[in-house]
Nanobody, 120 residues
């Protein structure tokens, strides 16, 4: 079982930045799915960003140009750099990784979620 540990959430003023990290409990053979989702107050979980297995990023229109997803080295996780944050970015952010472990078993794991609050 691959457990994901998220960190980096917090409170920031509009225009500020935060970097979220998502670390796997151990190195895996592959990460085929790497994405971030969020749950804003009163809304359903929504897609934020993904990185394909060929390292091509994609973003929700609402965060395009402000957020940057990256793959952490040696297949250990992912990070989400969030710039120019807006109050509407407030919510709980979840990372999601899926792929194959070093023991050639599939995994599909979610982080525990971190709170991001953007307020003046």
């Amino acid at each position: 079982q691959i457990h994901l540990e998220e960190s980096g959430g917090g409170s920031v003023r509009p225009g500020g930045s935060l970097r979220l990290s998502c670390a796997a409990s151990r190195s895996v053979m592959s990460i085929e799915t790497m994405d971030w989702y969020r749950e804003r107050p009163g809304k359903q979980r929504e897609f934020v960003a993904l990185m394909t297995s060929r390292n091509i990023p994609d973003y929700a229109d609402s965060v395009k140009g402000r957020f940057i997803i990256s793959r952490d080295g040696a297949n250990r996780g992912t990070s989400l750099l969030m710039n120019n944050l807006r109050p509407e970015d407030t919510g709980v952010y979840y990372c999601h990784l899926a792929g194959v472990t070093s023991q050639f078993r599939g995994y599909d794991s979610w982080g525990q979620g971190v709170q991001v609050t953007v307020s003046s």
